[in-house]
RNA sequence: GGAGGGUUGGCAGAGUGGCCUAAUGCAGCGGUUUGCUAAACCGCGCCCGCUUUUGUGGGCUCACAGGUUCGAAUCCUGUACCCUCCGCCA
């Protein structure tokens, strides 16, 4: 949520800002602004009535019991009044909140605009790629072969882009996640389980509705299961106020992620590279307010993620998101794509943003400074590891032409010291 | 699923219709005073307007949402959450 201020102030940037992640259509600014004057002028209206009411009842306190009746009916007047202005004041302000969640973060000033994900610009290019001397099988492939992943019994049970794993499968993909959580141990994050199904307030805090809303699985008590592990970590702090020395606050989340992918029933059909559930270790930071700070640390998480992609020895790219392709509420993202040699490509396994305090609004999750001001925290927020794609990318990378799989070194003491999957 | 008890500022804790504009204590931060430190004293949330450094007027705030009343922390109803017990359960 952006500050209503900044919104009255800064029309410009804020259209500019709809226009440029393709929300057009989803939110008109001028409606916003023309709702905020009017419950303003209401809302002026509204205390001063309170406030002659308030004078009144002081005085009827205080009044000789003659004079009482008299007041008494000047004050009844008055309720007569806000009893039929306030639950329009009311109305008035819901529907502007509810408005006001559509309006989107604002992009930093090095996102370049952009339509869609043709516009994404790659930095850099990390790794040496693998060669083959032979053609090198996709995951699908060679799981299936080694036992390690069942789809076919997987959709029989689970449905579309349902999975199994199974033995080394099961295990390869556990020893990345538990690699991913100790990695996060040693650089000091505190390492979560967190709750999976969470309320829509949360959501809606962490900026995923009301524009996700049907990206995601709801149940019957009205809660819905996370899509990533953010939502439950950003949210840890809501409706708090903390010390500016407790920053910064560095979450790291394991837990299975759902997600619809309504929007992409054609793709990435084969294999388990698209599910609707994975499992994922992510890393949150919560910062107090500063756009270089949060600049500083955006970069700080991408290196953390790099650092773990490395050690596996996985090649990447990283790729800056263009306006059209980044979410809502995010002010700059960039995507890690990992190597998947069957498909001689780049394929997205990490996801890297930063909010300022536009999750921390809707959250209401302030901080105190050394100086007692009350501030909004800045949040932000980068995948370490997401299984099974992250499997599937280390199966691909690490065959050989027999169809066997190397275990990577750091995994090795994760498996009991299996050196290789055959 | 059933029964009972509870929720007051950062924390503890008083307050059972109108000087509650929430006592008191503790902690933190800022300020005043001051050789230094300490002590003492003053202040501390949110929203709106005017001034816009300061300031100033009003409104709101006792879990949340309604209701009763001229007036609600206080009375009534509903909801959420916490605690205890019964039942069920990995």
Known sequence: MLDINFIRENQDKVKEAIKHKQLEGTVDVDEVLALDKDYITLLQEVEELRASRNKLTDAIAHAATTQRLALIEEASVIKKELTELEPKLTALKEELDAKLLWIPNIPAEDVPVGEGEDQNVVLRQEGELPSFEFTPKDHMELGEALAMIDTQRGAKIGGFRGYFLANTGTQLHRAILQYALDFLRQKDFTIMEVPWLVKPEHFIGTGYFPWGEEDHYS??????????????????????????NDLPVCLAGISPCYRREVGSYGKDTKGVFRVHQFTKVEQVVLLPEGEELSRQWHEKLLSNAEEFLKSLDLPYQIKLMCTGDMGASQRKKYDIETWFPAQRTYRETHSDSYFLDFQARRLNMKYKTKKGEVKYINTLNNTLAASPRLLAAVMENYQEEDGSIRVPNVLQSYMNGLEIIR
């Open 219 to 244: 149940v019957q008590d009205g809660l819905a299961l996370i899509g990533t592990a953010e939502v439950s970590l950003t949210s840890y702090y809501a409706d708090e106020v903390l010390a500016e």
